[in-house]
């Protein structure tokens, strides 16, 4: 169950002032409203409104450590979970002097602020003062401006330390019972240093994958589509496998087992003979015979595990299938990944619900916008299942970076850290000869414009006051 949503820090504020408006005489004049500036000033510059985080199954952001980065409430409100479906947004109430007020500021506040203030001011309108209301609007603007990030602001610095150092308290279990109990998944450190290493396939790769309509609220149907998607090859339908002979094995089939999963004899009899192993296949029961025309121990060895791996229905790479019921409806959960194959091929379920933890997935099948989604919500569900209190904009930075070019890249010497322009920066990460002696060799110059060559040589790195450049024209004398 999603966490109550907090208001945001300039929505706390209308409140505040809102209530303060409403305890004070109807004649009372504006100038004896309180004064919710002096209010705003004891509290942080944070950022300015809090996002949804980008789970869906993950609760809202806590109140945030620290900024990261200047972020609009519409942005903010992007990071939807994937799965979830927007709910259609109320007409906005009409209040024409809210939006006078809001006219003569060059900042525009966003949407959802303007939409919740008029709301509040709408039952007002009869115990408040067309003054005093515009009052409420004025500082409600103030108060979302003091809440917005300073100029300046280390955002980078800021962030690798909100995530960094919690990373620090995670625990170090690889694999924890995850709502089912039959699967496992990775998570705490393991599963963050996966996400930020951008590891092609993660450790317990796993798929979610919502029935359509027609088939969600059936448990057999359910149960079909379950057997289509999950693999079975010959070894999970073998009872036995014995050596008849110098060179002849024979397999025994579990007709139970068949039964179960859908599957024909000789349908088996005719996969294995589609392999095109020189020899003969033969069914006298339940028992399948292969005659290999080799001698060799070592060849018929190879055979024989080419038959026990060979794929006999389902989809590739999917190990195992188990159906959850989820409130009135069953979904499925995978152990084991292939997106591509599930939304091209299985028949009966919601393509536009269908989720993967395999971030490179995503990016090949659905694109690079839909994998910085995924990274902001495995990574921030990772952070908040250990209890953890970060801010999902720091999360929101990290991805930003980590899929800015088109691709993904990990933070690492193969990946952000080792593609920057700058020779002294990536020479202060890791391999510093390799890298001054790669330079050299190239002629590389260094513009010094980040944070870590500035340091090296002693100069004002450009952030704060250090931003500014300042520069003065002084006057020829005698004019």
Same mark, same amino acid.
Do not use: W
């Given at each position: 169950?999603? *966490?109550? $949503?907090? +208001?945001?820090? %300039?929505? #706390? /504020? =209308?409140? @505040?002032?809102? &209530? !303060?408006?409403?305890?004070?005489?109807?004649?009372?004049?504006?100038?004896?409203?309180?004064?919710?500036?002096?209010?705003?000033?004891?509290?942080?510059?944070?950022?300015?409104?809090?996002?949804?985080?980008?789970?869906?199954?993950?609760? *809202?952001? $806590?109140? +945030?450590?620290? %900024?990261? #980065? /200047? =972020?609009? @409430?519409?942005? &903010? !409100?992007?990071?939807?979970?994937?799965?979830?479906?927007?709910?259609?947004?109320?007409?906005?109430?009409?209040?024409?002097?809210?939006?006078?007020?809001?006219?003569?500021?060059?900042?525009?506040?966003?949407?959802?602020?303007?939409?919740?203030?008029?709301?509040?001011?709408?039952?007002?309108?009869?115990?408040?003062? @067309?003054?005093?209301? !515009?009052?409420?609007?004025?500082?409600?603007?103030?108060?979302?401006?003091?809440?917005?990030?300073?100029?300046?602001?280390?955002?980078?610095?800021?962030?690798?330390?909100?995530?960094?150092?919690?990373?620090?308290?995670?625990?170090?279990?690889?694999?924890?019972?995850?709502?089912?109990?039959?699967?496992?998944?990775?998570?705490?450190?393991?599963?963050?240093?996966?996400?930020?290493?951008?590891?092609?396939?993660?450790?317990?790769?796993?798929?979610?994958?919502?029935?359509?309509?027609?088939?969600?609220?059936?448990?057999?149907?359910?149960?079909?589509?379950?057997?289509?998607?999950?693999?079975?090859?010959?070894?999970?339908?073998?009872?036995?496998?014995?050596?008849?002979?110098?060179?002849?094995?024979?397999?025994?089939?579990?007709?139970?087992?068949?039964?179960?999963?859908?599957?024909?004899?000789?349908?088996?009899?005719?996969?294995?003979?589609?392999?095109?192993?020189?020899?003969?296949?033969?069914?006298?029961?339940?028992?399948?015979?292969?005659?290999?025309?080799?001698?060799?121990?070592?060849?018929?060895?190879?055979?024989?595990?080419?038959?026990?791996?060979?794929?006999?229905?389902?989809?590739?790479?999917?190990?195992?299938?188990?159906?959850?019921?989820?409130?009135?409806?069953?979904?499925?959960?995978?152990?084991?990944?292939?997106?591509?194959?599930?939304?091209?091929?299985?028949?009966?379920?919601?393509?536009?619900?269908?989720?993967?933890?395999?971030?490179?997935?995503?990016?090949?099948?659905?694109?690079?916008?839909?994998?910085?989604?995924?990274?902001?919500?495995?990574?921030?569900?990772?952070?908040?299942?250990?209890?953890?209190?970060?801010?999902?904009?720091?999360?929101?930075?990290?991805?930003?970076?980590?899929?800015?070019?088109?691709?993904?890249?990990?933070?690492?010497?193969?990946?952000?850290?080792?593609?920057?322009?700058?020779?002294?920066?990536?020479?202060?990460?890791?391999?510093?000869?390799?890298?001054?002696?790669?330079?050299?060799?190239?002629?590389?110059?260094?513009?010094?414009?980040?944070?870590?060559?500035?340091?090296?040589?002693?100069?004002?790195?450009?952030?704060?006051?250090?931003?500014?450049?300042?520069?003065?024209?002084?006057?020829?004398?005698?004019?």
């Amino acid at each position: 169950m999603a *966490k109550k $949503k907090q +208001p945001t820090p %300039a929505e #706390a /504020e =209308v409140e @505040e002032t809102v &209530a !303060a408006k409403v305890g004070a005489k109807t004649g009372e004049k504006a100038a004896k409203a309180p004064k919710t500036a002096a209010k705003a000033k004891g509290k942080p510059k944070g950022a300015a409104a809090k996002p949804k985080a980008a789970a869906a199954t993950a609760p *809202k952001a $806590k109140k +945030p450590k620290a %900024a990261a #980065a /200047e =972020v609009d @409430e519409e942005d &903010a !409100a992007a990071e939807e979970p994937m799965l979830k479906k927007r709910e259609p947004e109320a007409p906005l109430p009409e209040l024409p002097l809210v939006d006078q007020v809001l006219a003569k500021h060059d900042r525009r506040l966003p949407e959802k602020l303007v939409s919740r203030l008029k709301t509040k001011l709408v039952p007002l309108k009869s115990k408040l003062s @067309e003054e005093q209301m !515009a009052k409420v609007v004025e500082e409600t603007y103030r108060s979302y401006i003091k809440a917005l990030i300073e100029p300046g602001e280390a955002a980078g610095t800021v962030a690798a330390q909100s995530v960094g150092e919690p990373g620090t308290q995670m625990t170090l279990r690889t694999f924890h019972y995850a709502g089912v109990r039959e699967l496992n998944v990775t998570l705490g450190l393991p599963r963050l240093i996966e996400i930020v290493d951008a590891r092609r396939v993660p450790s317990t790769p796993t798929m979610t994958i919502f029935l359509d309509d027609e088939h969600k609220h059936d448990l057999s149907k359910a149960k079909g589509i379950a057997a289509n998607i999950e693999t079975v090859t010959v070894e999970n339908v073998a009872k036995s496998i014995g050596y008849e002979m110098l060179n002849n094995f024979t397999i025994e089939v579990d007709a139970e087992m068949c039964e179960d999963k859908m599957i024909d004899l000789n349908y088996i009899a005719k996969s294995i003979e589609k392999l095109k192993i020189p020899g003969r296949v033969s069914v006298e029961g339940n028992n399948i015979t292969v005659e290999p025309e080799t001698t060799d121990r070592d060849k018929i060895k190879r055979i024989r595990e080419r038959i026990m791996d060979l794929r006999l229905k389902g989809i590739k790479s999917i190990k195992r299938v188990v159906i959850e019921k989820k409130g009135d409806e069953y979904l499925l959960r995978t152990d084991g990944s292939n997106l591509a194959q599930v939304i091209e091929n299985v028949k009966g379920i919601d393509k536009t619900k269908v989720y993967t933890n395999n971030v490179s997935e995503i990016a090949e099948v659905l694109g690079i916008e839909a994998a910085r989604s995924a990274i902001i919500r495995e990574a921030f569900e990772v952070l908040d299942q250990q209890g953890l209190d970060v801010d999902v904009r720091h999360v929101i930075l990290v991805a930003d970076l980590m899929t800015s070019t088109g691709k993904i890249r990990q933070i690492g010497r193969h990946g952000v850290s080792g593609e920057k322009s700058s020779v002294l920066a990536r020479a202060a990460f890791e391999v510093t000869v390799k890298h001054l002696l790669d330079a050299a060799a190239h002629g590389e110059e260094d513009c010094l414009e980040g944070v870590t060559e500035n340091v090296i040589v002693g100069q004002p790195i450009p952030l704060g006051t250090g931003i500014v450049e300042l520069f003065m024209r002084f006057s020829k004398e005698g004019t």
